[in-house]
C-alpha cells in the first residue's frame, strides 16, 4: 500500500470516530512525506517548541482501553471497540510504529509509522488533569 491509500484508509476506519479520555477528540489522518521518525520531527511537524514535554508509549497500550470489550457493552460499544482495533491492525503494519504524547494536561497524540521515507499516522488530544 502507498501513503496515500493508507491515509485514505485510515480516515474511513476513522470516521466519526472519537478517542475518549476527559472529553473526546476525533481522529485525525496525517501523512509527512519523506520524514524521519523521531520525537524532534514530530514536534517540529505539530509546531511544538522543541523543549515541549514528549514521551512515547506502545501501539498496544494506547489503544488498550478502547480495544477491550466490557460484559458491560451494548452492541454500539461493541462495534466502536472493533472499530479501534481495525484502526490498530492497519497501524500495525506500518514499519516502526510508535506512539508520541506531547504536553502535558491536554496531551497532543500522534499515532504514527513509516511507509517507505512518509510517515502516516493519527493525531488526536487526550485530556488528562
Known amino acids: 500500500m502507498t501513503s496515500k491509500e493508507i491515509t485514505d484508509r485510515l480516515s474511513t ?11 473526546e477528540y476525533p481522529l ?3 501523512s509527512w ?13 505539530s509546531l511544538q517548541p522543541l523543549d515541549t514535554p514528549i514521551e512515547s508509549v506502545t501501539l498496544e497500550d494506547f489503544f488498550a482501553p478502547v480495544v477491550t470489550d466490557q460484559d ?3 452492541d454500539e460499544d461493541r462495534e466502536i471497540a472493533q472499530r479501534f482495533r481495525d484502526l490498530q ?6 514499519e516502526n ?5 506531547v504536553g502535558t494536561v491536554e496531551i497532543d497524540v500522534y499515532i504514527v509509522g513509516a511507509i517507505g521515507s512518509d510517515l502516516v499516522g493519527l ?3 487526550v485530556v488528562e488533569t
Open 13 to 23: 476506519l476513522s470516521k466519526d470516530l472519537l478517542f475518549p479520555s476527559e472529553s
Open 89 to 94: 491492525g492497519l497501524i500495525a503494519t506500518l
Open 28 to 30: 485525525e489522518p496525517f
Open 123 to 125: 493525531k488526536t488530544t
Open 97 to 101: 510504529v510508535q506512539v508520541f504524547r
Open 33 to 45: 512525506e519523506s520524514a524521519t521518525l523521531s520525537p524532534e520531527t514530530i514536534l517540529e511537524r
Open 72 to 74: 458491560w457493552y451494548d
